[in-house]
Each structure stands twice: as structure tokens, then as C-alpha cells.
């Protein structure tokens, strides 16, 4: 099966910078996905790794560390829009599932 | 370039009773994948259709069924309903067979089902 693990909640300061940690176990890794859920609404992609390392897109980085089933997401210059959920998801090559963490709730203070 | 659309956005329903939701997956798209999101929680895998047929299902009891059209459209049957049933039901459309950045899931914005 596939357990994945995030903060439940974290608070930052706008302007600021924010990690966010996601541990997996998956014996069919094939990629990590994070997404962001602002409260009802629907989820919306923000990256995406299947190699190590760290992908970069604006204010958003991703890094992935397959050996250590590690992955974290970095928010720079918060903003007050990027108070959401944070969710990370593993797709597994053995079924082509993509499946969830419960979510890192983001509170950003002014 | 038409996104996902689910319908109805909200409904309630009483204990017993059944519900369909649907779906229309992204332009392009094949794939159709539903899960159900409890407050505060992460989405839950229900089951994914590709080509009509029911390709991968999660953790859930036969009381939740789907289908998928020729078209491509789908749809989430829950009979017997229970309270625990209440939650946001999304669906997500992909294309099968891509991988990378693109094959990600596109999310319709829900159906949020109230179970009294």
C-alpha cells in the first residue's frame, strides 16, 4: 500500500518563506505531484517530480529525494492568496493511481 | 478549452437513499477519476474508468458504483446512503498513457453531498 505523510497545519507570515514536508512509501513510485486547494474549491496543480532535485516555478519550488521518500515544497515572497491546503500525491506505476495526503493547512498572517 | 464539470454543485439527501453525480472530463481527456474529500482531509481515491470500464478502485464498499460513457463522461452512484457518505465528491479527468508534468489531474469543482 502507500502511506503518505504531512503537517496538518502550518502559519507563516506574509513575505516570508514556508516549507512544506511530505514523506512517502510506495513500493511503485512514479512521481509526486503538489497541489493547492484554496476552501471550497477544487484542487489546482503546482508541480510536479519524478527525478531528484528541485524543480522551480516563480515563487514555488518542489524538491523530490526519491531514496528517502522525501519531498517538500517551498513558498517564497508569501502572499495573503496563498492561505490554502497544500496537498501532496504520489502516482504508483504498478496501478497509475494518484493518491492523496490529508493535506498541510496553510495560515499566512499579515 | 471546456475544464471539468461536475453536477449538482451541492444536493441533500435523507439516510437510505441513493445519489448520482456527474462528470465531463477536460476536452482531450479520457480518463476520469472520483474521490471523496471529508472537511479537513485529503481526497480520498474512490475508483478510476478508462475506456468503460472500471480500471482501479480504492478502499470503498460496493454500495459506490460508476460508469463511464462513450463520450467519456462519468458517473458516481452511492445507494444505501449513509451519514458518513457526507463529504465532497470530486472528479478529476487525465489522459491515460501520459506521463510526466502532463499527466496530471485536472479537478472539477465538486459535489458536495449532505447526508441527513
Known amino acids: 500500500g502507500q502511506n503518505i505523510d504531512q503537517p496538518t497545519e502550518m502559519t507563516a507570515t506574509e513575505g516570508a518563506i514556508v516549507q512544506i514536508n511530505c514523506t512517502y512509501q510506495t513500493s511503485g513510485f512514479n512521481g509526486l505531484f503538489w497541489y493547492q486547494q484554496h476552501a471550497g474549491e477544487a484542487p489546482t496543480f503546482l508541480s510536479y517530480n519524478v527525478l531528484d532535485g528541485l524543480e522551480e516555478k516563480g515563487r514555488f519550488s518542489s524538491f523530490l529525494s526519491r531514496s528517502k521518500g522525501y519531498s517538500y515544497l517551498l513558498l517564497k515572497e508569501l502572499q495573503m492568496k496563498d492561505s490554502a491546503s497544500y496537498l501532496c500525491a504520489v502516482r504508483d506505476w504498478r496501478d497509475d493511481k494518484i493518491i492523496f495526503g490529508k493535506g498541510t493547512r496553510l495560515h499566512i498572517l499579515p | 478549452d471546456a475544464g471539468v464539470t461536475q453536477s449538482p454543485t451541492h444536493l441533500i439527501k435523507t439516510r437510505g437513499q441513493q445519489v448520482t453525480l456527474r462528470c465531463s472530463p477536460k476536452?482531450?481527456?479520457?480518463?476520469v477519476s472520483w474521490y471523496q474529500q471529508a472537511l479537513g482531509q485529503g481526497p480520498q481515491f474512490i475508483f478510476q474508468?478508462?475506456?468503460?470500464?472500471?480500471?482501479q478502485r480504492g478502499n470503498f464498499p460496493d454500495r459506490f458504483s460508476g460508469h463511464q460513457f462513450p463520450n467519456y463522461s462519468s458517473e458516481l452512484n452511492v445507494n444505501a446512503l449513509l451519514l458518513g457518505d457526507s463529504a465532497l465528491y470530486l472528479c478529476?479527468?487525465?489522459?491515460?498513457?501520459?506521463?510526466?508534468?502532463?499527466?496530471?489531474?485536472?479537478f472539477g469543482e465538486g459535489s458536495r453531498l449532505t447526508v441527513l
Open positions: 476536452s482531450g481527456h479520457d480518463t
Open positions: 478529476a479527468s487525465s489522459l491515460a498513457g501520459t506521463r510526466g508534468p502532463t499527466g496530471e489531474l485536472f
Open positions: 474508468y478508462y475506456e468503460e470500464e472500471e480500471r
